[in-house]
């Protein structure tokens, strides 16, 4: 039976143990599921906004679960850097991402600074692209919550909606 552990709000959690499935819900938020197939090692970051305006943010703890992914740009350096001390090799990457969507009533006005979904989207896509890994997956935007399920052992990430079925990224 497979281990299931969930990922809170702006944490991450990174393993090597193939019986791991990683879940997490999200709105507004991304689901950042990063993959080594050749390793098996993997990791969800619960991305809740799009970039720290400051630099040195990155965290050294050495915890699997923290709150070491509010922001994109850190979620991604901290999940790589937790991935390769696992075994993972940057080169070996995939990506699979969900979420993003528009939960609020006033997102998309005029003013973009309240589309955070939108925002989140581009940035983590904009990241990726950046370090080369490619986004073998993808279910973001419209207006509803995501149930996703990271299973490590075979990299397959199972997006839920309510009233909507699954869709296998």
Not at 121 to 128: A, C, F, H, N, P
Not at 133 to 139: F, L, N, T, V, W
Request: hydrophobic residues 35%.
């Amino acid at each position: 039976m497979d281990a299931e552990t969930s990922v809170g709000m702006g944490e991450l959690y990174v393993a090597d143990k193939k019986d791991t499935v990683l879940t997490t819900f999200v709105g507004s938020c991304i689901a950042l599921c990063l993959y080594d197939p050749r390793s098996k090692v993997g990791g969800m970051a619960h991305i809740m906004l799009p970039e720290n305006g400051s630099r040195n943010s990155y965290n050294d703890s050495p915890s699997s679960a923290d709150e070491s992914a509010k922001y994109a740009d850190e979620a991604l350096e901290n999940t790589l850097r937790m991935m390769v001390e696992k075994g993972a090799l940057p080169g070996r990457l995939v990506a699979k991402i969900a979420g993003g969507a528009k939960i609020f009533s006033h997102e998309g006005s005029s003013d973009d600074m309240f589309s955070i979904g939108s925002r989140n989207t581009e940035s983590i896509k904009r990241l990726l692209t950046q370090k080369g890994i490619k986004i073998a997956g993808e279910d973001v935007g419209l207006n509803h919550g995501r149930w996703v399920r990271f299973n490590l052992n075979s990299g397959r990430v199972v997006v839920s909606m309510r009233n909507s079925g699954e869709k296998v990224l």
